[in-house]
């Protein structure tokens, strides 16, 4: 799976999705859905693993995200059938890319 995420990543593409226009807050919370628990991960999967976390506790970490994960993350529901990937621009804060994955489990 994480080979998958990897490749799925907007570093290893030449085109970036369009910027998103809607808070990560929204986001997230339009993501998570009904979901209790989903799973975060880092880009440096070797240094940043993978951390199961309550919806609620997710949504009061969202404003520290970007210093947590300064790349950006992957979020996956759990059971693992789509995740949320989450880029940040390093040269605009202000700049968030995200994209979903079909996982095609569950």
Known sequence: ??????????????????????PLT????????AA???AI???GVDEEPAVLLT?????RSVPNLRLIYPDG???IEQPAK????V???EDDRAAVYLDRLSLGGG
């Open 36 to 38: 209790d628990i989903l």
């Open 82 to 85: 789509s995740a949320l990937i």
């Open 26 to 33: 929204r986001s997230v919370a339009e993501f998570a859905g």
């Open 87 to 89: 880029d940040f621009d």
């Open 1 to 22: 799976m994480v080979a998958r995420l990897r490749a799925a990543g907007f570093r290893s593409s030449p085109t970036l999705p369009p910027l998103s226009q809607e």
């Open 41 to 43: 991960i880092g880009w």
């Open 55 to 59: 919806v609620d506790a997710l949504n």
């Open 73 to 75: 993350f992957v979020l």
